[in-house]
């Protein structure tokens, strides 16, 4: 349901804070009621700028130039400090299945989102066509010390924005409101927003989105002014202004040509990967925003050089709002081009938006709705004063009367009454001191929280325990293909034998209502013992039977868990290093493991029981020398077809196309207890 109020939206750009003040109107469209446009002192993104005393200065204007008091603000984030992914999800019913979604898309999410979960703000937004069982969700999300830090600004006038998007999201939301993009199945817009650092590229269709920031925007112009003409960055960007009456308009144009060349590169770039993953959409027009095109050349360039049939075209013009004086002010059609994201943001606020999800903090949006709803609060108060009075003015007013009656009969009903009255009171404050039932209930719904974090965290703490590959910069390749290309870089430096890496290739966590009942021991009987080679089937565990029985009525209760991993390890050819490096692993993974607060702790062993274990010993094997009857298929050698005469087939790593019949196969296993490790038992006691 759309709002009946005034919505702000404000757009803090690198070179003004750009603010459009909406209210809904007649007909579907909306008023524009008031705007701003404030220029900084400098762009942000000057090296001498300050930029936290800029923004707080336009913050500090608009809120002295403008009557906003019961105003609702919406408030937008630049692009290039958001995360934005598109991605399809399996067919579900919208309608019976909302929580499967969710638990879908925050497992996408977590995969998605390069950051720790607990240091992001994050929302999700779903695309699904009536009647079409397609299903594609946006995730968004921002680094929270960095919401936090914007927020701030506001806070400091006062202002407590009731949502944040991102000022793609902005732009997407106002081009499917405005009827600017195209609505036809099939189909889709290009917006193009090329603002002073960073340019949004948009693709609009009518039930999705895609987008993508490129890091060149209206300051590499100026810059190349700057390399060209020897020039500060403020005159070179007074003459990028003024160029198209320059008499050197053919000098400054020249100079800037690769700055545009590269610029329809990128975006040529962008469009050519879209196209080729979503082969069924037609790309339709260029929409062009921003105050950057207000530079003479760069519409035409776009248009001679991109492959969009429909041309470029500038959004000079809104169409769902009704003509006013503001929409005609001169200031405002001069800057008409960079309204569209304050547009879009003021929409959100006003329930009008495609993409509604939010990148408010938790708290600050439960701020945001209890401060709307004090009217409401205040005037409950006053009907609940008003109602308690009555009924106290009305016994007054009866007492009076029956004191003033001298009738026998009239005072012993009376006095009926109020012993009823006293009966019916005590029992009311009987039942309200009896908590005991709702205080379990509240118990029963905490409990549900906890120890939801012990299964992440051993995986985190597993991961965490690898020292750092030998030599250590290999950690900085992310991808196959970059670590590929650094050791080919340098062969020797980066040599397999010498790479002391762990690859763990499972982890298995399994629970168990008594984990010390788990023997460890090499053929204990609850864990199988080695396979030929040295190594023990994953995930053969029983699930924590008792040792020596079938675990009765008298079973223990001791739960916790069986962690049990297996890899391969880079470590030369001499299985005793081997064996020590991993016995360095274990040792550095155990004393992680006995920190206090984790709310789970690997106990020590029993030196005197080999049953009562709760480390097995780690089980080490040549990956395909000594593995028996488990070996692998070898796999031909890279870029030879299997078959081929005189080429003798050997076993290559996926990821890398070493040869990996060096590697040692390793397994161990170890049990985790729920619970706070126990203090140390005092010197001299066990």
Known sequence: MAATNAVWGIDIGQCALKAL?????????????AFDVIEHAKILSQPDADRDELVSSALEKLASRHEWQGDSFVIGVPGQQTFARFCKMPPIDLKKDAKKIHDLVRYEASQQIPFDMEDVVWDYQVFASEGSPDIEVGIFAIRKDLIRKHLGFFSAVGIAPTAVQAIPAALYNFCT?????????????????????NTDLIIIEPRAAWTRNIPLGGNSFTEALVRAFKLSFAKAESLKRSAATSKYARQIFQAMRPVFAELVAEIQRSLGFYSSTHRDVELREVLAVGNAFRLPGLQKYLENNLTVGGGVRKVEKFAKLVPSATINAPQFTENILSFGAAYGLALQGLGLARIHASLLPAEMARIAVWGQKRPYFIAAAAALALAAGVPWIANALDMQKLTSDSSQAHRQKTQSILQEARGLKKRFGEASTDTASRENDVHNLLKLQEQKLIVPRLFALVHESLPPPNPPDLAEAKSAAALK???????KKYSRALRAQLLIEVLDIEYADNVEGINLSPGGGSVPPPTPGGLAPLGAATGGQPQGGEGGATAKKDPGFLVRIEGRLLYGTIRSEASRWLEDYFGNLRKRLTEAGLGFYVPADDPRDRSRRFISEPAIGSYFKDAGGGVPPAVPIAGTPAGTPGQTARAVDPATEEDARADWRVSFAFKVRLGDMPPAPPEGKK
Request: net charge negative; charged share 25%.
């Open 21 to 33: 003040k909406l209210r809904p109107a007649a007909d579907g469209k909306l008023e524009a009621v």
């Open 177 to 197: 409101f405005d009827g600017q993009a195209t609505a036809e199945p099939g189909k889709a817009s290009v917006l193009i927003d090329v603002g002073s650092q």
């Open 485 to 491: 290309a650094k050791i080919q870089s340098d062969p």
